[in-house]
């Protein structure tokens, strides 16, 4: 029997979207994963040197001593300063939320279903965190985190508004629509010159 070109064409289509969409779910996966395992790291961190407190007396001491064990017996990523993140982490977005199975992180059997304002999403990577964790006001860190899920930022994307000031200059202009506006035209700005890059390469 023949093969008909449509029917075989379609064939490979659908397995090859079905590969597709598999692949995007398991790198997804793997990035939420990631996240919550940091923020449990962070929080095994906090409560056992502050006792849930931000500041600690031996803090440097600990880090320090966990880092070379850590490193020993798991290998590479747990340098001081990723603990120093993994502890931001969960200082600065306590109320961990995440779209896998269920969208509220399970802690002790007990779901926490409060919302808050500095909640995780499972939309960006560690990488995004990591960058806004960076932001030491708090409400200028939520505007990034709010407007990065909302426009889909890049972690490129989400460094260069952050560099730019973008909450400070929104929060000092009349025009709040036209500071978004440039926002998002430098945004395609960008987008433009890394596709004549990779046109040109």
């Known amino acids: ?3 008909t070109t449509n029917k075989y064409n ?3 289509q659908n397995i090859g979207s ?9 790198i997804e996966a793997m ?6 395992a940091n923020w449990e790291i962070g929080k095994y961190i906090v409560e056992f040197e502050q006792h849930g407190k931000e500041k600690a007396v031996y803090g440097s001491q600990l880090l320090s001593k966990l ?3 850590l490193k020993t017996k798991h290998g590479k990523g747990f340098g001081i300063s990723n603990l120093q993140y993994m502890r931001s ?3 600065k977005f306590p109320k961990f939320q995440t779209s ?7 802690t002790s059997g007990k779901s926490k279903s409060k919302t808050s304002i500095h ?3 499972g939309k960006l990577t560690w990488s995004h965190y990591a960058e806004l964790i960076s932001v030491s006001d708090d409400l200028a860190r939520s505007f990034y985190h709010i407007q990065c899920q909302k426009e889909n930022w890049s972690v490129r994307e989400l460094k260069r508004q952050i560099d730019s000031a973008l909450f400070q200059r929104l929060a000092l202009s009349n025009d709040k629509k036209g500071v978004l506006k440039l926002a998002e035209k430098g945004k395609k700005s960008i987008q433009q010159k890394m596709q004549l890059k990779i046109l040109t390469f």
């Not at 990035?31 to 919550?36: C, D, F, G, M, T």
């Open 1 to 3: 029997m023949k093969l």
């Open 10 to 12: 379609d064939l490979l």
């Open 18 to 26: 079905t590969l597709q969409k598999a692949r995007a779910n398991a």
């Open 31 to 36: 990035h939420q994963q990631l996240l919550i």
């Open 67 to 69: 880092s070379k064990d």
């Open 89 to 91: 982490f969960y200082i």
């Open 100 to 106: 896998l199975k269920s969208s509220i992180h399970q």
């Open 119 to 121: 909640q995780t999403s």
